[in-house]
């Protein structure tokens, strides 16, 4: 994966670099009765529950058949074990199982309501399901259990822009950005959304600003900042499409194209890049849900004319 949480994660988000990072935290956060094992399979402490130990040795392997079969052998012994419900529920997300992901991680949020990574998992499976309202729902108690976590105020600000607030989709991503940088950390894609959010809003002014701060701080001869000179004009689609190099990066280059076009009136043509993406893209990016939002509501708006 080529973004690393939390400056941008791949939507499984959620993939590897999320589940890595949620691993870590389930190791912080269950405590010394469950804490996975640092040597050896069983675990080093009497207490330590020794399916839940081996579920995350193998997770952290990379075994994640054998790290589920573990973790749902721990819940049948105790359905309340947060550590294995929160294993079980990673490895959802990384398979894509956006519905027993979400269910998984809201019973996580029911019996512990502060769990900011558990609201923040809760929220992705339910973006991934188009379930905004619960995305949004799920995103904000995250923001409200840890206001400095940045990568939750992109995620909110992504719903945001999904369910058509704009105004708010620029706030949020405002803050991601500013708590990005009070974490020593950038992120391009916050500045995307403001600078995208600012223009369905009729705040060209802001939306320039925007670019302009995001052109300063694009990170040099990396991705996505072939997409930034390409919003400022210095690249053509041909061009930005050429420093593609994998599907994460293709989905995100014809979603930025498709709503430049779309800004500019050229409904027909953005449609083309929006169409493609909401079809073909990947999946694991949150562009590929904005596309799918954006080419429905261009459908819906055409049968009704």
């Known amino acids: 994966m080529k973004r690393i949480f939390p400056l941008r994660n791949v939507r499984v988000l959620l993939a590897c670099t999320f589940l890595g990072t949620l691993v870590s935290h389930a190791q912080a956060l269950i405590g010394p009765e469950e804490t996975p094992p640092v040597k050896g399979i069983l675990p080093e402490k009497a207490g330590e529950n020794p399916l839940t130990a081996l579920g995350y040795k193998f997770l952290k392997s990379g075994d994640t058949t054998a790290a589920l079969e573990q973790f ?4 049948q012994e105790n359905e309340k074990s947060l550590p294995a419900r929160l294993g079980q529920a990673m490895i959802f997300a990384e398979q894509q199982r956006h519905l027993d992901a979400f269910q998984a991680f809201d019973i996580i949020t029911d ?18 399901l188009e379930n905004f309202d619960e995305a949004l729902l799920s995103f904000k108690q995250a923001t409200a259990e840890q206001p400095m976590n940045g990568f939750f105020y992109e995620s909110l600000a ?16 405002k803050q991601a950005t500013l708590m990005y940088h009070k974490s020593s950390e950038s992120s391009a894609y916050p500045l995307l959304i403001a600078y995208f959010s600012y223009l369905e809003t009729g705040d060209v002014r802001n939306a320039q600003t925007t670019l302009r701060y995001a052109a300063e701080n694009k990170p040099p001869n990396r991705w996505p900042a072939p997409v930034v ?4 004009g210095t690249l053509t689609e041909a061009e930005l499409i050429s420093f593609v190099t994998d599907t994460t990066q293709e989905t995100e280059a014809h979603t930025y194209i498709g709503l ?8 027909d043509a953005a449609g083309k890049h929006l169409s493609w993406v909401a079809q073909h893209g990947d999946p694991r990016v949150f562009e590929y849900t904005l596309a799918r939002v954006l080419n429905l509501r261009a459908g819906v708006a055409l049968l009704q004319h």
């Not at 749902?72 to 819940?75: F, G, I, P, V």
């Not at 512990?112 to 499976?125: E, I, K, M, S, V």
């Not at 992504?158 to 991503?173: I, R, V, Y």
């Not at 000179?229 to 400022?232: F, I, K």
Request: net charge negative.
């Open 72 to 75: 749902e052998n721990a819940l």
């Open 158 to 173: 992504w719903t945001l822009m999904c369910d058509g607030q704009f105004q708010e989709a620029a706030q949020s991503a």
């Open 111 to 128: 019996q512990h309501p502060r769990h900011a990574f558990a609201w923040n998992g809760r929220g992705l499976a339910a973006f991934n």
């Open 229 to 232: 000179d390409y919003l400022q």
């Open 260 to 267: 430049k076009l779309r800004k500019e009136g050229e409904a």
